[in-house]
């Protein structure tokens, strides 16, 4: 990612961050309307789960910069993801769902330039956590 576009991606967030219980919503809704089987992976309370879906991503995107330092941490993540039984194929649904849920609440400012970068944080988070499950299944 460049400058630019963290730069974007930060920007368009804070946007949501002042509704991010009501995204966290539309963004489950949209999850389980593309792939209904997600449902039974979610064993607790949706609105706690919102909750800490959007301060994690809060997290990362405020450290777009100098991910070095929250690496560890997305990387427990990505291995707390495996055992839960996510799978690498399955950030992709996630990103469509949550992709869509910023257009929904954006409107025109999510522009293509917008959308690219954050295919490209997305892309880089989740490459993040993938990695280190199967690091751990290596490792296994
Ligand atoms: C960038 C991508 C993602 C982020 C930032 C994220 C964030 C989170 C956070 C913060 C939690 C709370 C529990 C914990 O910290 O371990 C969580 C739980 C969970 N996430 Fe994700 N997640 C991501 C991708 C995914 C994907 C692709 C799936 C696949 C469907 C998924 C499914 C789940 C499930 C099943 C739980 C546990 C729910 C429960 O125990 O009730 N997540 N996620």
Redesign the pocket.
Known sequence: MNTQQIELVQASFEKVRPIADQAAESFYQRLFEIAPH?RS????DMKK?GA??MS??GL?VGSLKNLEKILPAVQA?GR??AE?G?TAE??QP?AEAFLWTLEHYLGEAFTPDLKEAWVAA?TT??GA?IESAETEAILI
């Open positions: 997600y992976l979610f064993k607790h789960q800490m879906l994690t991503l990362a993540l707390r993801h839960y996510v399955d950030y996630v997305y988070l989740a956590m």
